[in-house]
């Protein structure tokens, strides 16, 4: 049965119309590489996948660092590597004997994919065959048809007719608030849109900065005015939605923040969705391939697909690698193509990265048993510390500056690669210990791991996640 179509969708075929008579409606091209074989195999008969953990896995949770510059670090803080008077100790990494391994926890690699060999052997066979591939714009000359592959597995994982590569996920954020809020002068008969006529765009306030930014240049352009909500609080957010008389509407947040580790509220969000009409947008950018059942995300975990009209996403998380996406409908594919700036004016990824990619949106949808571990590894913290966590992403607040320095430096001391969050990345008095916990981290990890903090974090202490902590847009 066809749905009802909203407002939405009535203003994107206005747009659409309006760029198809001004000649400005920008198409992709897939250009097929010249090789001797299908380089994108069509049964994925060429992709080996395991079924548990292998030893070769290991190296995606474990880094080296200098003996020397150990010392140093545990001894003047995490500081220390930015210091220009500190030189680069370049002359021990070669001596296996004198090098510091440590177990990461900071990393945002949660399948652990980034040592698999399956991937490792595809970027070898697509060198091969192409080495970088064609270097241009994908309007352009510069999308084949391993970038075609990427995006039609990416649309079915996430359950939308269509996907749009991007070069980073910050890109595919920026790309996406410019080009709705090119909406608005598209449909205002060629003059400066008014203030009723802007797209109002609503955003949680702890939204990652590539929203922000996103944002801010859409306003500047004069396309959008934006309306902070408090973190995941939907009164506030029907409060402003309902006393707003900006008729083209827009609600973007981040599905996982990566900051604190707690979920948006999908069920609510739906809910206000259908009551207020706006347009559904969600960075899904920690979630995907790592929640819901098949990997598809945060709206999976929720079974509130049909409600996110947009969903936007990182390639640099849990598929172990580089990129962006938007996935959409094709109307909405197709207007973002024709004024996704940061899409437009980008160099594509190169060839071999998307093989890679390829190979891991297929691994990570069978190789079942990664997301499957990284839930017992968040029951393994909560029975040991008896702290409520809902993600693989956990953050323990201390407050200062100095206390998180102090906190990491013990980590660190302890055999952990644990990294202080300060400002500019969360607000001053909300420093913290960010953990991520991966697929390859195990039960053994798990228990070393909370007897090194237990000694420098009273967990008693340790207030909600959930607490009036916030950062400004």
Not at 160 to 178: I, W
Not at 408 to 413: D, L
């Amino acid at each position: 049965m066809e749905m009802e179509k909203s407002p939405w969708d009535f203003w994107l075929e206005e747009a659409l119309a309006k760029l198809e008579s001004l000649n400005l409606l920008r198409p992709i091209r897939p250009i097929h590489l010249s090789t001797p074989q299908n380089p994108v195999p069509d049964d994925h008969e060429e992709y080996e996948v395991y079924h548990q953990l292998q030893p070769w896995n290991r190296p995606s949770v474990e880094v080296s660092i200098s003996e020397s510059f150990f010392q140093r670090w545990v001894q003047g803080g995490d500081e220390v590597v930015w210091r220009d008077d500190v030189p680069i100790d370049t002359q021990d990494n070669s001596n296996q004997q004198q090098l510091k391994k440590l177990l990461h926890f900071a990393g945002n690699d949660f399948l652990g994919l980034s040592s698999h060999p399956t991937i490792a052997k595809a970027v070898a066979k697509a060198v091969k065959e192409h080495g970088m591939g064609p270097r241009g714009s994908p309007t352009i000359c510069g999308y084949t048809n391993y970038h075609r592959s990427l995006e039609s597995s990416l649309a079915d994982l996430l359950k939308k007719e269509e996907c749009l590569l991007c070069t980073t996920g910050y890109s595919a954020n920026t790309a996406l608030m410019v080009a709705l809020g090119s909406v608005a002068p598209l449909l205002a008969a060629g003059k400066k849109p008014s203030k009723e006529e802007k797209i109002a765009i609503f955003s949680d306030v702890l939204n990652h900065a590539s929203i922000v930014e996103g944002i801010h240049l859409a306003e500047r352009y004069g396309q959008a005015q934006l309306f902070v909500y408090r973190h995941c609080d939907m009164s506030h957010l029907n409060e402003l939605l309902t006393s707003c008389k900006m008729k083209k509407k827009v609600v973007v947040t981040d599905s996982l923040f990566s900051m604190n580790g707690d979920f948006a509220p999908m069920l609510e969000l739906a809910k206000l969705r259908k009551k207020h009409g706006f347009l559904l947008v969600i960075d899904d950018a920690h979630g995907t391939f790592v929640c819901g059942e098949t990997g598809g995300g945060v709206a999976e975990k929720f079974n509130c697909e049909k409600d996110v009209d947009i969903c936007t996403g990182s390639l640099s998380k849990a598929a172990a690698n580089i990129g962006g996406f938007i996935a959409s409908s094709k109307k909405w594919k197709q207007f973002l193509q024709s004024k996704g700036r940061s899409f437009i004016f980008s160099t594509t990824t190169p060839v071999p990265f998307i093989a890679a990619l390829n190979a891991a949106v297929y691994i990570a949808r069978k190789e079942t048993w990664r997301r499957r571990a990284i839930q017992d590894r968040m029951r393994d913290f909560h029975d040991l510390t008896g702290i409520p966590i809902t993600s693989h992403i956990i953050s323990i607040f201390v407050g200062t500056e100095e206390k998180a320095v102090e906190a990491s430096r013990y980590m660190v001391k302890s055999g952990f690669y644990v990294t202080p969050i300060r400002p500019p990345g969360v607000a001053p008095g909300a420093c913290r210990l960010r953990l991520t916990l991966c697929a390859v981290h195990t039960r053994d990890d798990m228990e070393r791991l909370v007897t090194a903090l237990s000694h420098c974090i009273n967990f008693k202490d340790i207030s909600s996640r959930h607490s009036n902590l916030s950062a400004k847009l």
